[in-house]
């Protein structure tokens, strides 16, 4: 079956504009993250998508950034206004539950670009 | 707070030497833990996972790792390096609650 599929994979922008990403989880998984990595850095938790429960946005760095969940499946990340160290590649993730007993699935990322 | 420390952001073996990569964490329950690969120009995916049990874990490609609590270490080790192991390697914990903690990763490099 597909894996987590996310668009655009490459994404160059100005400084000020907003982004939108997309993510496409492994249909059926419940669970759905966002994480940020920058370059020489770990992977930065932003937000957490459990079925129909409120978000867990508290790894959101700003207020800039926001992202929803469509019918518990697609998610998009927006960022707005973006900034020079917005610059990073946007992971998302989905697994099975929300216990943490089952892996993450992760997309193969979209690297945003901030010029 | 949460932190997961991958000591040495850069490790090389020479191929079919022992491969180990270290993994600390501070967590104040005892956490799962896993490691994930990422090959160049690929996404993360899962090389193991302890959640509870038997606290030496063998995962794909030969891989494995030992929870040792009194430590809070996790170190991954492999015996026998092969050049397709070049790769990121994260460390990573779950505590409690819904977020991941990711380690910021150590690439191998391995010597033919």
């Known amino acids: 079956g597909a894996g987590v599929s996310q668009s655009p994979s490459n994404k160059v922008t100005e400084k000020g504009k907003d982004v939108e990403l997309r993510c496409d989880p492994i249909?059926?998984?419940?669970?759905l993250y966002w994480y940020r990595q920058s370059l020489g850095q770990g992977l930065e938790f932003l937000i957490y998508f459990q079925g129909n429960s409120a978000p867990d946005k508290s790894g959101l760095p700003s207020d800039r950034f926001s992202a929803e969940r469509t019918g518990g499946s697609v998610s998009t990340l927006t960022i707005q206004r973006t900034q020079q160290e917005d610059s990073a590649v946007y992971l998302c993730?989905?697994?099975?539950?929300?216990?943490?007993?089952?892996?993450?699935?992760f997309g193969p990322g979209t690297r945003l670009t901030v010029l | 707070a949460q932190s997961v420390t991958q000591l040495g952001s850069h490790v090389s073996v020479s191929e079919g030497a022992l491969v180990l990569l270290r993994c600390n964490y501070s967590s104040s329950v005892p956490p799962y833990l896993f490691w994930y690969v990422q090959y160049p120009n690929q996404g993360l995916q899962l090389l193991l996972k302890?959640?509870?049990?038997?606290?030496l874990v063998k995962g794909i490609n030969g891989f494995e790792a030992e929870f040792k609590k009194s430590e809070t270490s996790f170190h991954l080790t492999k015996p026998s390096a092969h050049m397709s192991d070049a790769a990121e390697y994260f460390c990573a914990v779950r505590p409690t609650g819904n977020q991941f903690y990711f380690g910021t990763g150590t690439s191998l490099t391995v010597i033919p």
């Open positions: 993730a989905s697994s099975a539950d929300r216990s943490g007993y089952n892996e993450q699935f």
């Open positions: 302890y959640t509870t049990g038997a606290t």
């Open positions: 249909s059926g998984h419940t669970a």
